[in-house]
């Protein structure tokens, strides 16, 4: 398994080097183990409605804070700060602690691979 790496906003990012998690589609080459288990973290990340929603939220603008996850998802800051946690462990969000908030991006070439992954 490869090594992570803690970046100096304390979220660890996916795998490093994950630009080639999955070279190609889950339909034209079966993924070799690490491949996987990579994916399988990502597709986790993503098993849960509140997170599918929160990942919908970021990606659909260029960043957001923390602040202003709470009323749309209908969730305290502690349970966002989970979800925002576990996506971001799963490299598909970014964060940027400002003052006492985090500012969330999508990763856009993450979410390129996972597309990928899928064959899309």
């Not at 906003?9 to 491949?35: F, Q, W, Y």
């Not at 973290?41 to 919908?56: I, T």
Request: glycine letters at 8%; hydrophobic letters at 40%.
């Amino acid at each position: 398994m490869m090594a992570k790496t803690r970046q100096p906003n304390g979220i660890k990012p996916a795998v490093a080097g994950r630009d080639d998690l999955c070279c190609s589609s889950l339909t034209e080459t079966p993924l070799n183990e690490d491949e996987a288990a990579e994916l399988g973290r990502v597709f986790g990340a993503l098993s849960d409605p509140v997170r599918l929603r929160l990942l919908s939220l970021v990606a659909s603008q260029v960043e957001v804070c923390s602040c202003d996850l709470e009323a749309p998802l209908g969730r305290s800051q502690p349970t966002v700060s989970h979800h925002t946690r576990v996506l971001a462990e799963a490299g598909l969000i970014v964060g940027e602690k400002r003052g006492r908030w985090m500012w969330w991006r999508a990763d856009p070439d993450r979410l390129a691979i996972v597309r990928k992954a899928l064959g899309g």
